[in-house]
């Protein structure tokens, strides 16, 4: 499929088809989390991230997930290795490039740089893969109040969080929120709107890999994917790093 897919931007006068700023470790984390999430059982890959496995990380699935970032990455061209997500984001909005996995916070970023039309699609099925088929990555949105703090914060959390509140600042903003009800039709664009049908019809939210896992795992990851990226390591060679890891911080 990404061969035809590549054809077909080819044929549509675009020399790379997929463009990302690997010199940023997170946004690689971005890839590799969701792509775990598509192809390792949701059982196995919870018990794995919280280190609750008796051997983690040893699935195979992991390999196969690891291996079809690499194959993603020989889409993007050398300059992904040379440059960070936001170079990345300007190559997409000046219509340089014609995917881009981006955070819907990027949309008014785009459109500012650039006069380019966008659409929107979730991370692709894995047709043979064992995990979740239409989750969506990302992070929530929320607000916190100490157990101290008075009924004056109270109340101002509550104005917030109002379904009027949100509307007006999704209309002044044009950022998406996270109250039911505060992004309509009528107050956001037909790029963001449609950026937000992906939220609602997700069947289930993922975290950011970064967060949902240790730190040093994630470390082991991300610094791995720069080296698939540059043919430095194979797949085997990164798990083996996080298994081993894994298995100290589980003793």
Sequence with gaps: MLKT???????AGYETPLVEGLTNAWAISHYMGTIFDRVVDPEVREADYKLESAS??????????????????????????AIDH????????????????????EVGLVQEIGDVEIGFFNF???TDGEGRADSLTGAPEGWMLSKDAPEEAVVFLKFLTSEETAQEFTKADGQLNAVKNGVTEENT???SYEA?????????????????????????????????????????????EVQTEAAKMSE
Excluded: C, H
């Design 5 to 11: 897919w590549s054809a077909l931007a080819k044929s």
């Design 196 to 240: 937000y049908q992906i939220v609602l019809d997700a069947s289930n939210t993922a975290p950011w890999f970064d967060n949902a896992v240790d730190i040093t795992i994630a470390d082991i990851f991300m610094r791995g994917g720069q080296e698939l990226a540059t043919k430095q390591k194979i797949p085997k060679d990164i798990m083996k």
């Design 56 to 81: 983690p990380y040893t699935d195979e699935r992991y390999i196969k997930g690891l291996e079809m970032f690499q194959e993603l990455t020989g889409y993007m061209g050398e300059v992904s290795t």
């Design 124 to 126: 692709p099925e894995v």
């Design 189 to 191: 664009s037909p790029t």
């Design 86 to 105: 936001e170079a990345a984001r300007n190559m997409f909005a000046a219509g340089e490039v014609p995917v881009l996995y981006m955070q819907f916070a």
